[in-house]
């Protein structure tokens, strides 16, 4: 039997993205804990650039700083370093779910980018009406905070 081009590319297809796939581990901690750039990241990165405003992202960092709560605030702030090496403000929701954080912990995020003339802050990382859209959250050491909508708890899996 002879094997001919169209039968090869596939092949040749799956033996690199096998391996590429195996890397990239769990989705939970992609970018936290991989050496590949996060996607979400460079998206946060391009949002800035480009002044766009109220994107949903999901993307890793480690914590460069934890801000005190201001008083009558609920909102936990802090700034987390990138893969691309852009420092982004979070601002959390945190009037009943604060995540306990430090100085080198490793989050992953989601919510909504928000720009401003100082850079800009990711909000929205708690859960909103589904007619918003999806909801957001903080997930730190394998806790979601707060805890994902539609689950029992909020273990990551």
Sequence with gaps: ?????????????????????????????????????????????????????????????????VSETQPGSSAQRFLVRLST??????????????????????VRIRGRYQWSADGGFIGGTHDISEAAGPGGWVLHQGIFYPTRTGSSDNEAS
């Excluded at 596939?10 to 990239?24: E, K, N």
Aim: charged fraction near 20%.
């Design 1 to 65: 039997m002879r094997t001919g081009p169209k039968l090869l590319i596939p092949i040749i297809g799956l033996l690199v993205a096998i391996p590429l796939y195996s890397r990239v581990g769990d989705p939970g901690t992609a970018g936290v804990t991989s050496g590949f750039e996060d996607p979400g990241a460079a998206i946060v990165s391009r949002a800035i650039r480009s002044k766009t405003t109220g994107i949903l992202v999901e993307t890793s960092g480690v914590v460069e700083r």
């Design 85 to 106: 090496d852009v420092a982004v403000k979070v601002v959390h929701e945190a009037r009943t779910n604060p995540v306990p954080l430090a100085v080198g912990d490793r």
